[in-house]
């Protein structure tokens, strides 16, 4: 197994222990010195962070992955993470469709920084935006 297909899979196994919701499993994947940055420049320490922010804006969300794309860097490798989240809003209304891409560095078989982007701000304050 070559670098780029390493690092994929600690992504993978990342996203599927984060979308159960498994923080303590999550962060096994997780340097210590992690630098998390959410969409709006929310900076997270960690995985249980990650948790109790998505309980806070989602009663549940699950991504729906339509694929890595991969560069490797001297000494690390970038994952990018895309596709849509699907979930529900804290009001009940269930949503799909919404837009994310997840920007993952690899290094020495950790995730060592990771930037998220996603719709659920746009639609948190147009509601109707995702019926267009």
Known sequence: MNRIEKAVGIVSDFLEASMKPDPVLAATYMSDDVQITFTGKRKMENASVITAFNSGRYNWVKKSIESYDCAEKEDSVVVYSNGTLY?????????????????????????????????????????DINQA
């Open 87 to 127: 979930g529900e809003w804290p009001d009940g209304r269930s949503f799909s469709g919404n837009r994310y891409l997840d920007r993952f560095e690899v290094k020495d078989g950790k995730i060592i920084k990771m930037d998220v982007w996603n719709d659920s701000a746009e639609w948190i304050l147009e509601p």
